[in-house]
């Protein structure tokens, strides 16, 4: 090849690409508006990214896996966390984790409460983005999936647990003055027996006992159902009602109940303070 | 220097160090806070550093950029620049642009959207000071009439990455769009026409380090060029990975950036053949570690582990995750940093007194230590952003849980960025001690001689 030609080759490979990517790029507008449901983009959405943009947020955290690693990924946080434990979350993020403990927290942002608000659309939006299904399994902020897995090898075996606790390293202490969902989220590992041995909180991971994601959706459909039993008129008391008394609903399946009897213990009721009742409600009901 | 308008690069390398030097701290700060507790949390916390850091590497790998052209363009086009003035009032212009950018992030003064973050004022000064540089430079040119093949590619990469630059000063309503221009600007640049800048200034040292042909290395300069864009612009699609955009961006992406490496693998070749078949024509050792260890470098941080997740099945997996921060250290690093430095380590023995010509000890040892250290970090970003795939995106370990699991690599990753930084400090120590000299080559040193009989 003389120089001629590989300035030929140079100039058509660019000229061929960028057409190419120019065809592609009016298509995808062509596209754009239903993938990612742009008529839901309210104003109060578009303030919410504002609020997004405002705040930095992109420096510590990720949206669509875009953005720095200092902080977890948002994508799909408000089909995993509610309005309440989110708007709970914002106002003081030190009341759910703690620094010495995670070795890094979320500065408080004193956004207002229509910040937050609308922020919580905003992300709302942004999980229903058709983005070809990523992320391929749901992105927990704290917590397993797989129970145990976040003790130390310490307190997994035989010897340890007396000495370590039943903690794990990344689960906050709490003082008992934090907020109630944040109480309720450390009383589902601590309470004996914990929750936490038998239920996941991330979505399709069924172990002795169904995964409690989505619990917050599934419960309005189950206290509508026609052939509901119980007395539960909202989520809330529905949850506390499948606290107290497992058995007065039992979700279908044969690894979950013989005979109408859940394998739920039904102690909770007599073993746990009404407060902490009140707070494993509170964290529940917010899993959306 | 042949030139005596050539000194003005002096100055634009002078700022590129300073602000290097800064980039360094601001990037020591945010690795720290990885071991935390951050007792800085509410007077400069991780995001403000962040964002520091990442602008600074724009701004100071631009300020070397726009400096290593103002030296190059008179050598090649044999002339005084059309000119000087204009030259400096860029760079002042510059310069505040920088400073009040950087004053502005600390105190959340930026737009949020990642690596675009200059406020708009920002933004259209970056523009005019991109215009007024494109004017000097061809105007010089122009009144030289001696246009070179080299210089004709770093003109446009320079030019392009201007106009590229357009799409960030537009607004999108729609985060999805706003995500998918922001790649034209940041993925067409780092990707695309800053390689073409960074393949004329390797071009340009290979002429003068080697004994090669200049018409050998032009032919090869415009094979590279291809390559690049052939690979570079629909390699755009990997940045279109699940944001919302349609599917067929997903094997366009993988398919197109897998053939991103060979012109990086053409790049190394290039130096390698060009050094191997001529041999070396000039003492300046120093500067031929930098350029042949560019082109190294950037085969492996940007080719190889861009290569490693690239492909959509694997991304799925990594995406977001501190993978991407290996592979960006390393290639930015690599490409980048080391061209700007490669052409600073060629022009510093005749823009200072008493510096010898074969490099300086305190220069090795620059060298060196920053490519241990980078390498250090690289690794550190690679167990850590393993160890975090397989924790939190495979087994469903909790975000926070995976991160303080991982404690072990960012203890590592901080104490190989010392080493890294140690060679900054080292490499900018030794570019300030020895005084400037802004004569041109009247009193001919065997650089300038050298360059001299090339350009005969």
């Not at chain 1, 896996?65 to 990924?73: H, N, S, V």
């Not at chain 1, 942004?126 to 990523?134: R, T």
């Not at chain 1, 907020?179 to 991971?205: D, K, T």
């Not at chain 1, 989520?235 to 606290?243: K, T």
Request: charged fraction near 10%; charge should be neutral; hydrophobic fraction near 45%.
């Amino acid at each position: 090849m003389n120089k001629r030609q590989t300035r030929t080759f140079a100039i058509a490979a660019t000229a061929l690409s960028s057409l190419v990517f120019l065809g592609l790029t009016l298509d995808s507008h062509r596209q754009f508006g239903a993938l990612t449901n742009a008529e839901n983009i309210t104003p109060e959405v578009t303030h919410g990214k504002d609020v997004w943009h405002k705040y930095n947020c992109i420096n510590c955290h990720t949206l669509f896996g875009e953005g720095a690693y200092y902080a977890p990924d948002l994508t799909k946080i408000t089909q995993l966390r509610g309005e309440q434990y989110l708007t709970a979350y914002m106002r003081d993020p030190s009341q759910f984790y703690d620094e010495q403990t995670h070795r890094r927290l979320m500065p408080r942002q004193n956004l207002s409460d229509t910040e937050i608000a609308n922020l919580i659309r905003f992300l709302d939006w942004v999980s229903k983005v058709d983005n070809q299904g990523w992320p391929p399994r749901p992105i927990l902020v704290t917590g397993t999936s797989i129970p145990g897995m976040d003790m130390t090898p310490l307190q997994q075996s035989i010897a340890g647990t007396e000495t370590t606790g039943t903690l794990p390293p990344g689960a906050r202490p709490v003082s008992g003055q934090e907020n109630p969902i944040a109480l309720g989220q450390a009383a589902f590992g601590r309470v004996v027996p914990p929750c936490s041995a038998c239920h996941s909180v991330a979505p399709g991971v069924n172990l002795a006992g169904p995964t409690l994601a989505g619990i917050a959706a599934r419960a309005e459909q189950v206290i509508q159902a026609p052939d509901y039993q119980g007395t539960a008129t909202d989520v809330e008391s529905y949850i506390r009602e499948s606290i107290v008394a497992p058995s007065i609903h039992v979700v279908p399946g044969p690894m979950y109940s013989s005979g109408g009897q859940s394998f739920m213990p039904d102690t909770y009721g007599k073993d746990l303070t009404p407060e902490q009742i009140d707070q494993l409600t509170a964290f529940l009901s917010t899993l959306k | 220097m042949q030139y005596r308008s050539q000194a003005v690069a002096y100055w634009y390398f002078a700022v590129a160090m300073v602000l290097f030097g800064l980039q360094i701290v601001f990037g020591l700060l945010s690795a720290a806070k990885y071991l935390g507790p951050d007792p800085l949390l509410y007077i400069l916390p991780f995001d403000v550093t962040k964002v520091i850091h990442t602008n600074l590497l724009l701004v100071w790998v631009l300020t070397g950029f726009m400096g290593a052209t103002y030296w190059m363009v008179p050598d090649e086009s044999r002339t005084e620049l059309h000119s000087v003035k204009l030259a400096y009032v860029q760079l002042v212009l510059w310069v505040v642009m920088g400073v009040t950018a950087i004053i502005g992030y600390l105190f959340r003064f930026g737009t949020g959207n990642k690596l675009l973050e200059q406020p708009l004022p920002h933004k259209i000064v970056i523009v005019v000071v991109m215009l007024m540089f494109l004017y000097n430079i061809g105007m010089t040119i122009k009144k030289s009439g001696r246009f070179t093949t080299t210089e004709g590619v770093l003109l446009l990469g320079v030019g392009s990455a201007a106009v590229l630059y357009l799409p960030a000063l537009l607004h999108y309503e729609n985060y999805t769009v706003s995500i998918f221009y922001r790649w034209w600007t940041i993925h067409l640049w780092v990707e695309g026409v800053w390689e073409m800048i960074q393949a004329s200034f390797l071009a340009y040292l290979l002429i003068r380090l080697s004994g090669a042909d200049r018409e050998v290395m032009e032919k090869w300069l415009y094979v590279i060029v291809g390559l690049v864009f052939i690979a570079g612009i629909l390699g755009t699609a990997h940045h279109y990975y699940w944001v919302g955009v349609p599917g067929y961006w997903l094997p366009i992406g993988g398919f197109f950036s897998a053939l991103e490496p060979l012109a990086l693998v053409g790049m190394a070749i290039y130096a390698y053949t060009a050094l191997r078949r001529s041999g070396v024509a000039h003492p300046n050792t120093l500067a031929l570690h930098w350029t042949l260890g560019s082109a190294v470098f950037t085969l492996f941080g940007a080719g190889l582990l861009g290569l490693a997740h690239t492909w959509p099945s694997v991304n799925k997996w990594t995406h977001g995750t501190l993978i991407t921060a290996m592979h960006g250290h390393a290639a930015f690093y690599g490409a980048y940093a080391m061209i700007v430095m490669a052409m600073i380590t060629f022009a510093l023995p005749s823009l200072t007194h008493r510096r010898s010509e074969q490099g300086t000890a305190v220069g090795f040892w620059a060298f060196w230590l920053q490519l241990a250290g980078m390498f250090g970090m690289t690794l550190s970003f690679a167990t850590a952003g393993i160890a975090q795939v397989y924790l939190e995106r495979i087994l469903g370990l909790g975000y926070l849980d995976t991160q303080l699991k991982i404690q072990v690599h960012f203890l590592m990753l901080v104490a190989t960025a010392s080493v890294f930084a140690f060679g900054v400090a080292l490499f900018i120590w030794d570019f300030f001690r020895f005084q400037p000299r802004f004569e041109t080559a009247a009193n001919t040193g065997p650089a300038d001689r050298s360059v001299a009989q090339m350009a005969t």
